[in-house]
C-alpha cells in the first residue's frame, strides 16, 4: 500500500459524522479506510479524477439547466 502523506479535512454535521462511525464500528472498519474506498471508487468512475470536457455538466446538473432554460414550457 502506498504511503500516505497528505491530509483532507472536511466539515459535516455532527450527525452524519456520528452515523458514519457507528455505521463502520458496525462493520469493523476504520472510517479513513471507507472514505479512502469511496474515494477511489468515485474518481475511477469519473475517469481517473479528470473531467473529460470544460463544458460537460453532470446529470443532474444538465437536466437542471435544460429545466430552467424554458426546455420544458409545453408541460
Known sequence: ???KDAGLRIR???ELRDAFRGACAAENRDASEVLREFMRS???QR???R??????LP?????RVRQSSGANKNK
Open 51 to 56: 473531467q473529460t470536457s470544460l463544458f460537460a
Open 59 to 63: 446529470g443532474r446538473e444538465r437536466t
Open 47 to 49: 475517469h481517473a479524477g
Open 42 to 44: 468515485f474518481s475511477e
Open 1 to 3: 500500500m502506498a504511503m
Open 12 to 14: 459535516v454535521e455532527r
